[in-house]
């Protein structure tokens, strides 16, 4: 999961830039960057939060009015600056690139380029892959002119080399600004228009703050250029796609801003559904609670309709030190459970004395629920009952979440009962998957939803699952969240 940003307009583009790559700081706090075009290209990338990797002095450097930005939550490589993105190559054009997601055979193409096309590739990111693949492929056009039709239809013989996830976004120089979206749609990709400018990013949040309408999600296996003119040009690159449209279902449960629209399902929307779903579980259940408490802050909206499903109090009885970042960026096993009780401290008056519904978005590892129903017991709770309004997560994903080992699930082989004693909850209840895709879709389909059931939309076989695992446990980075 990254964010993703780009924009055209007749204004300093790092001015849009900039405060969009803070709205979109939840998709990923490792490394942040921005590259802009204005007689050339201009480009400040390096680890860390926006705030830090910007300042007065770096931000005035980046001139022009067309840029793209990128926040990086780590997936292929080694999470080094050298793997911020966007990345810049000087021929053709000049093109600057950023993306969101994750190639399946991101081993087997950068073999293939440093071989046969005898490139040097200076980083371990595939974003580096796909700017060389378009790169190849608009140098065998011999363009002098890029007429929009010309660069699409380059663009379609780089979408046949790419198997996975990617969401981006890129710069051409003196051309315009180029968005595509991977022939499933797995992440997302939205723009908007003001007057004479367009925005594309990961998410409508940013394009809100902005002041951008949102005209629409790129769809899946569609690209959009924008020429220095902010002409639209839109094509359809690869056909058929939109039928087999994947996107990532756990943007809706925890990865998106709540107050985001994704492929035109509200985020906030789909989690209330899914609280109701889960609550409806609970009822199944007969689970009588006190009163529900979310895990802050992604259960919030779930936990208040599971509440009003079961007819009981909804209370914050946990609250989180806004300071803290989510725990899935800690590095290691020993800071991650430190970071639990650096983040949330419980209030004993909403707790002690009670039975206790805690509602959670999912459980990865297990770690942080266990930590966190011993909090509760500590200051007294009667009973703790666990709710997660999504399924058990049991298969890992290939596609830029950072949960890509199977032994990273505590689901994997393990029965409901036995996860309930090892996080020692008094009742454990999941969502079933066909909630998940109701409450979010509405019953259409239209969802990868691999890491719950294993069937992912690409193709994925088992020596590449394995290749994918092995490299992702010699790299030892962050996990998604415990
Ligand atoms: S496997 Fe899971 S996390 Fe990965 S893209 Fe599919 S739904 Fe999203």
Redesign the pocket.
Request: include cysteine.
């Given at each position: 999961m990254c964010g993703i940003v780009g924009t055209i307009s007749s204004e300093p583009a790092i001015d849009k830039i900039y405060p969009a790559l803070i709205a979109l700081q939840h998709r990923g706090q490792d490394a942040a960057g921005a590259v802009t075009f204005e007689h050339g290209f201009h480009m400040k990338k390096g680890n860390g939060l926006v705030l830090n990797v910007f300042n007065p002095k770096n931000l005035q450097r980046l001139k022009g009015s067309i840029g793209i930005g990128h926040v990086r939550y780590p997936t292929i490589g080694t999470g080094t600056a050298e793997d911020a993105q966007p990345f810049i190559i000087t021929a053709p054009y000049g093109i600057a690139l950023a993306h969101n997601g994750n190639l399946v055979n991101y081993f087997d193409l950068k073999e293939d380029l440093t071989d046969n096309h005898l490139r040097y590739l200076n980083s371990n990111c595939d974003a580096e892959v796909i700017l060389n693949l378009l790169a190849i492929e608009l140098t065998k056009m011999n363009l002098r002119d890029l007429e929009p039709e010309k660069l699409f239809s380059a663009l379609s013989k780089v979408y046949k080399k790419l198997i996975g996830?990617f969401a981006v976004v890129s710069v051409i120089a003196k051309k315009g600004l180029l968005a595509f979206r991977d022939t499933h749609g797995?992440k997302p990709l939205v723009f908007g228009k003001n007057k004479n400018s367009y925005c594309f990013a990961s998410e409508s949040v940013a394009l809100d703050l902005l002041g951008y309408k949102r005209i629409a999600d790129i769809n899946p296996g569609e690209a959009a250029f924008i020429d220095n003119q902010c002409v639209l040009y839109k094509k359809q690159i690869v056909k058929n796609s939109k039928k087999s449209k994947?996107t990532?279902?756990?943007?809706y449960v925890y990865f998106a801003r709540p107050d985001s629209v994704i492929d035109g399902i509200g985020v906030y929307e789909a989690r209330l559904h899914l609280g109701k779903k889960l609550g409806e579980e609970c009822l199944k259940r007969k689970i009588k609670p006190d009163v529900v408490i979310p895990i802050p802050d992604t259960a919030r909206g779930a936990a208040e309709m599971v509440a009003e499903v079961l007819e009981v109090k909804h209370r914050e009885g946990l609250i989180k030190n806004r300071y803290i970042y989510r725990t899935f960026i800690m590095p290691t096993q020993s800071e991650r459970i430190e970071a639990v009780r650096l983040k949330l401290n419980p209030i004993r008056s909403e707790i002690t004395g009670k039975k206790v519904l805690l509602v959670d978005d999912s459980i990865v590892r297990g770690n942080t629920s266990k930590e966190i129903i011993a909090l509760l017991r500590s200051v007294g709770a009667k009973e703790v009952y666990y709710g997660l309004y999504s399924p058990p997560i049991r298969?890992p994903?290939?596609?830029?979440?950072d949960?890509q080992t199977r032994g990273e699930f505590i689901a994997r082989d393990k029965s409901i009962e036995e996860i309930q004693t090892l996080i020692g909850a008094d009742a454990l209840i999941y969502q079933t998957v066909e909630g998940l895709v109701k409450a979010v879709g509405s019953g259409s389909t239209g969802?990868?939803?691999?890491?719950?059931t294993g069937s992912?939309p690409t193709e994925i076989s088992a020596s590449l699952l394995e290749r994918i695992e092995a490299e992702r446990m010699t790299r030892k980075t962050s996990g998604f969240k415990e």
């Open positions: 996830s797995i994947a990532c279902i756990f943007e298969f994903c290939v596609y830029g979440i949960m969802f990868c939803a691999a890491c719950f992912y």
